[in-house]
């Protein structure tokens, strides 16, 4: 079963690229995904319904989810991905931070800083800031915003225990995100968690400021294995760290849950400026959809087939426009779609012979 979501914005071109992926492994490999479509999310949903996850977005997902599928999601504004993490408790962010070597000239960072760079950012995902309680309102010397959030212990420890064994199967590395001195609570609560369930010390643990990290992870990357904060230091450091990969177009993410819930996504927004121009990158949502094949599927070799195609077609030279350089071949997103297509089926041949 697998489901998906086209999204807004650049949404319906980026997920239509995967879509002609999900075609070429029922015809060259006889691998058939029982495909379910939702409806309208973010800011669209918002419009019709009132709420950015609506109630008919919200069944399906339930529904998909006890049929034990995985969704495929294109981007969503205002507060979906915050309102669909908090409703199937996706709590766990990971977003791979691995250059592609064809594209080691491309991009604001020169190629010697990014060879070699593989970092996993473990993002907790459904406390923090992001969920805390709100308000604005009006007082005698003027207007106050108020913000209450809090982190327990339990919720601190099931993401670490995830970034602990990520570690163990990669490099032996994890630093911490916190800011001692400005969080001081959450962030000794981080570090007493960390340490305890790092008591036999196998892992190499390492607690990094926020504000040092950003700026460590563009200046010394290969220093970083799996990387592990809160939810908002999360997302604003995996954001800015996708200058690694040359364009924000090819940053991906998975939320997990309890259960086997499993969602797939971009680590971009929807484009709205670009959305229906034939120019966006589908690559960050191909990847996604190669991660799925891995992670929820167990189709490891088509994923790496997917991989190889992706490499294929970008040591060819041909580039979308957030990736354009002298001397490549530019082409719009339709285009990439049919080229990764391509490369893909002709990978599944090869192997299929082999």
Known sequence: MLGVIEGEGIGPEVIDACLRLVHALA?????????????????EALRESGVALSPEVD?????????????????????????????????????PLKPLPALADTGPLRPEYVAGVDILV???????????????????????ARHAFEYRAPEIDRILQVALNAARMRRGRLCVIHKPGGVEAISELWRQRAQALNADEAIALEFLEVDNASYQLIASPRRFDVVVAPNMFGDVL?????????????SYSANYGPGGRSVYQTGHGAAYDIAGQDVANPLGQIQSFAMMLRESYGLTAQACCLDAAIA???????????????????????????????????????RSKS
């Open 27 to 43: 015809e060259c490999e006889g691998i058939v995904f029982d495909v379910r479509h939702g409806g309208k999310i973010g800011s």
């Open 59 to 95: 069944g399906f997902c339930e529904w998909l989810f006890e049929e034990g599928g995985s969704l495929l999601c294109g981007p969503g504004g205002v507060r979906f991905v915050y309102d669909l993490r908090r409703r199937f408790d996706l709590y766990c962010k990971l977003i």
């Open 122 to 144: 473990v993002r907790e995902n459904v406390s923090g800031l992001y969920f805390s309680n709100s308000s604005l309102s009006c007082e005698a010397d003027g207007m106050v």
């Open 238 to 250: 995996a954001d800015g760290a996708s200058a690694l990969l040359a364009s924000r177009g090819l």
């Open 312 to 350: 294929d077609v970008l040591e060819a030279g041909w580039r979308t426009l957030d990736m354009m350089l002298p001397g490549r071949k530019e082409v719009g997103t339709r285009e990439m779609a049919r080229l990764v297509e391509e490369a893909f089926r002709a990978r599944l041949r090869s």
